[in-house]
């Protein structure tokens, strides 16, 4: 059973900065792609980033340039680094697995392409 614990949510100015992680357990950490999905209430669970089995990177448009998601196989870890933040930045933010270790840039994108979750993060950015 995979185990994922998102940390590194909070308060943050418009502009600012924040560091999310997701410790993961439970299979071999590098043999899968790892997502990163938001969500605020009343909408659909939201794509943010992606990242391959090789570090191959993949972002939304809203994100594209001010977020960075890195990984670090050695402590089964993943991160999204967040800049120059927005409102609209404002939501709960999810890690996801996938059950298989195969996957295209387009299923990286898709919430069902990913089976195990994280119990999210909450990011709030003050206007």
């Known amino acids: 059973q995979v185990h994922l614990v998102e940390s590194g949510g909070g308060l943050v100015q418009d502009g600012g900065s924040l560091r999310l992680s997701c410790a993961a357990s439970?299979?071999?950490?590098?043999?899968?792609?790892m997502g990163w999905f938001r969500q605020t209430p009343g909408k659909e669970r939201e794509f943010v980033a992606a990242?391959?089995?090789?570090?191959?990177?993949y972002y939304a448009n809203s994100v594209q340039d001010r977020f960075n998601v890195s990984r670090d196989d050695a402590k089964s870890t993943l991160y999204l680094q967040m800049t120059s933040l927005k409102y609209e930045d404002t939501a709960i933010y999810y890690c996801?697995?996938?059950?298989?270790?195969?996957?295209?840039?387009?299923?990286?994108?898709?919430?069902?392409?990913?089976?195990?979750w994280g119990q999210g993060t909450q990011v709030t950015v003050s206007s």
């Open positions: 996801a697995a996938p059950s298989l270790p195969v996957y295209t840039v387009r299923t990286l994108r898709r919430s069902n392409y990913y089976v195990y």
């Open positions: 990242i391959g089995k090789s570090g191959d990177t």
């Open positions: 439970g299979r071999t950490f590098s043999s899968y792609a």
